[in-house]
């Protein structure tokens, strides 16, 4: 049984319904997972439509918003699947070359050292910059042709062994997608 149909039990029990008892989570419920209306909810508690309406988007619960956090956050068994089929095709051998040269303009040529590059004084010369590109596509590469081939063992050894010698005194790591979901968000609402 849903929560809108726990809710018409208790009203056809003869217990009264309240909009003090519609909580975020039941309202979120309802709407996204169980696909009742706002006039529906509105019928079920015997209040105006434009109540439940300004309810919901008080929330911030709306198709667009659940879509987003269910599909990029894979909170749901159809966007598991599809997370499962890009997964598939993403890590092939195939992709190793595509992969690594997004990471490495993701994680390193589009941030500081490309203001190095282009910085008036060229602190970085265009055969120094081919130079730190190749090497960076080259050693992610590896990375990601071990996790494809899930050869967990080769990359545990390099990930511990690296930090244990070189990166253990650098400050921890704060996830940034660079602006990654924004730009999604602004994708999905075209």
Known sequence: MGMFEEFEAKKAAGEALSLDDLTKEHLKTMFINEQKSDYMISQLFEVKESKITYRRKK???????????????????????INNKVKAELLVEGNVTMIAKAITHFAFRNGPVEDMHAHPNNQLSEIDMETLNKFMVNRIAYIVKLIIEERWIELDFLIRNTDRWYGH??????????????IIELMLKK
């Open 59 to 81: 929330y911030g619960i709306t198709i667009r918003n659940s879509i987003l956090d269910d599909y990029l956050l894979v909170k749901t068994d159809h966007a598991q699947e």
């Open 169 to 182: 005194r650098w400050d921890e790591a704060i996830p940034d997608d660079g602006n990654t979901r924004k």
